[in-house]
């Protein structure tokens, strides 16, 4: 069946560098992707969006990869600061009903000083 | 900033209670949904609405019922609670992108059945 996952479940990063969240979809006709990030007691919030036609995207600090010969798509963070400890969800518009999201497990991003 | 909102934040409720965790949206969006969460864990969605009187099951079975009798509001419904329902429950309406639909989370109302 149609699945969303991640590779990991948690990362840890030392504040100031670059963080690298994975994400491999097994769908090939997705063709929209999201990422949203979680933080302990709040709902998802956007982050930034791909689309297929699209290798990269990038945001402030923020740069989403897709590469569609493997089916994966990355989230980089750049210069990471203790805020962007969270839970990073990708997600991917249902290719044959696009009014629903699947969403992955989750990846913990953990910043230490 | 996407302006939806959900009340109570925390329910700790009794075994056989009924209950209704609210969600109101202001942004006018016409798709509404219900996922359910459990810590550290992904989403599920559970309900969703095309607009005023159309409610969906979603993927993940639910005992919960909703209803969208305005735009802007989607209640969910526990006839009656039971620990297994013990979860969070995040709220969400949508709008179309120029690429696909990009989905706005209310807080979540974090639900202890007891």
């Known amino acids: 069946g149609e699945s969303v996952g991640l590779h990991l479940p948690t990362l840890s990063v030392q504040e100031g560098d670059n963080s690298i969240i994975n994400c491999a979809y097994s769908?090939?006709?997705?063709?929209?992707f999201i990422w949203y990030k979680q933080e302990s007691g709040k709902g998802p919030q956007f982050i930034i969006d791909?689309?297929?036609?699209?290798d990269k995207r990038q945001g402030q600090r923020v740069t989403v990869l897709l590469n569609k010969t493997v089916k994966h798509l990355s989230l980089q963070i750049a210069a990471t600061q203790p805020g962007d400890s969270a839970v990073y969800f990708c997600?991917?518009?249902?290719?044959?009903?696009?009014?629903?999201?699947?969403f992955g497990t989750g990846t913990r991003l953990q910043v230490f000083p | 900033e996407a302006d939806i909102y959900q009340t109570p934040r925390y329910l700790v409720i009794g075994t056989g209670k009924k209950i209704t965790l609210e969600c109101s949206q202001t942004?006018?969006?016409?798709?509404m949904y219900w996922y359910q969460q459990d810590p550290g864990m992904e989403l599920h969605l559970i309900h969703y609405?095309?607009?005023?009187?159309?409610?969906e099951k979603g993927d993940l079975s639910s005992e919960s019922t909703v209803s969208r009798i305005r735009t802007e509001h989607f209640p969910l419904t526990l006839e009656s609670a039971r620990p297994s329902h013990t979860s969070q429950y995040l709220c969400?309406?949508?709008?179309?992108?120029?690429?696909?639909?990009?989905?706005?989370f209310g807080q979540g109302t974090r639900l202890t059945v007891v």
């Open positions: 969400a309406s949508s709008t179309p992108t120029g690429a696909g639909r990009v989905a706005f």
């Open positions: 769908n090939s006709a997705s063709d929209y």
């Open positions: 791909i689309r297929s036609n699209m």
């Open positions: 997600a991917e518009n249902h290719p044959n009903n696009t009014d629903k999201l699947i």
């Open positions: 942004m006018g969006h016409d798709k």
């Open positions: 609405s095309y607009g005023v009187n159309s409610t």
